[in-house]
């Protein structure tokens, strides 16, 4: 059975960077698409970034483009997210999760979250 765990989250001035990590055991994380998802308070979780484990291919949300870098290491089974340049509409809670497709629905097997707060 899959496991993910996030780490990484806190609290960042507008502007500032933050790295989140998705650490994964039972599995490896090679044979999964892992999606990380952002939800703001009252609003649905929506895909963030994606990453597929076969191919190393991303994709990423509009919102995020440019700003935001997913990555795989295969040797620590870890999925990370470099956020840069963040804004308060960046502010939730930030899940990662592993399935066949980049979408929530797609997520078979999901962390526990980790929050992300961008204010002043």
């Known amino acids: 059975q899959l496991q993910l765990e996030e780490s990484g989250g806190g609290l960042v001035q507008p502007g500032g960077s933050l790295e989140l990590s998705c650490a994964a055991s039972g599995a490896p994380l090679r044979y999964y698409v892992i999606g990380w998802f952002g939800q703001a308070p009252g609003k649905e979780r929506e895909v963030v970034s994606c990453?597929?484990?076969?191919?190393?291919?991303?994709r990423y949300a509009d919102s995020v483009q440019g700003r935001f870098t997913v990555s795989m290491d295969n040797a620590l089974n870890t999925v990370s997210l470099q956020m840069s340049g963040l804004k308060p509409e960046d502010t939730g809670v930030y899940y990662c999760?592993?399935?066949?497709?980049?979408?929530?629905?797609?997520?078979?097997?999901w962390g526990q979250g980790t929050q992300v707060t961008v204010s002043s």
């Open positions: 999760a592993a399935g066949d497709g980049c979408a929530a629905a797609s997520g078979q097997y």
């Open positions: 990453i597929n484990g076969a191919d190393g291919g991303t």
